[in-house]
């Protein structure tokens, strides 16, 4: 089952983890609007309605929007450091997701929202995003054909509990490649990311080696492209 703009409107991203987890582990609504409420009195004077996709919002972002660019962050890289315990794994057999961690670079996508409809875009995005506080959004400087942008990003948090930490590629390509929840496997996460990339011209070598060894335990991720 994939996620849903449904899901997001009828709130069922947050009851697969309220089903899975003990309470206090997904936010309230109220929690969601008042951080989504901070995050917009931080963004900077004159910045567009622009996202940074580096990860599932590449391939399913359910949310309309007026143009789409390739970009490039600095300082963070995309990396699969966030534990999944509900959406792409269980409590008991944790899946990975990707997060932005800090150092190195990334390559993505931009995506601008029409302004009519992005105050209300950015609500539903919170519920998907946000639904267990592990990122900190944070208004990025983003490089994209030639000229920079501040685009909405969603950083890891370090200090939460879904942080995975730095584990090796292998640790995590055992983790990829059996996990499973709510909302997909793990592998076909990685998966759609890393064709979706391919599909914006983008190559990420780390996504290509973790889908070789992923394939050479005979699950699902296919073989790598040829580079």
């Known amino acids: 089952m994939t996620l849903s703009r449904r899901d997001l409107e ?11 987890l003990a309470d206090g582990h997904a936010l309230t609504d109220e929690q969601l609007s008042a951080s989504l409420t901070q995050t917009l009195q931080q963004k900077p004077k004159g910045a567009g309605w622009w996202v940074f996709a580096y990860g599932s919002l590449l391939w399913n972002p359910l949310f309309p929007f007026a143009e789409a660019r390739r970009a490039s962050v600095h300082g963070l890289h995309r990396r699969f450091c966030l534990w999944s315990l509900a959406s792409r794994g269980k409590p008991h057999a944790p899946g990975l997701v990707l997060g932005l961690d800090r150092g190195g670079s990334c390559r993505g996508v931009v995506y601008r929202l029409p302004s009519p409809c992005a105050i209300d875009e950015l609500h539903l995005l919170w519920r998907r995003e946000m639904v267990t506080g592990a990122y900190a959004p944070r208004w990025l ?3 994209s054909d030639g000229r920079r942008v501040v685009a909405l990003g969603f950083v890891v948090k370090r200090r939460h509990a879904q942080y995975a930490g730095h584990l090796t590629i292998e640790a995590q390509a055992d983790v990829i ?8 496997s793990s592998a076909d996460y990685l998966e759609r990311t890393r064709v979706s990339l391919a599909t914006h011209g983008v190559v990420d070598l780390y996504l290509e080696r973790l889908a070789a060894r992923i394939a050479a335990k005979g699950c699902s991720a296919s073989p790598a492209l040829q580079i």
Request: net charge negative; proline share 0%; glycine share 14%.
């Open 10 to 20: 009828e709130g069922r991203m947050r009851e697969v983890y309220v089903e899975a």
């Open 177 to 184: 490649a059996h996990a499973c929840g709510a909302f997909g």
């Open 141 to 143: 400087h983003v490089e």
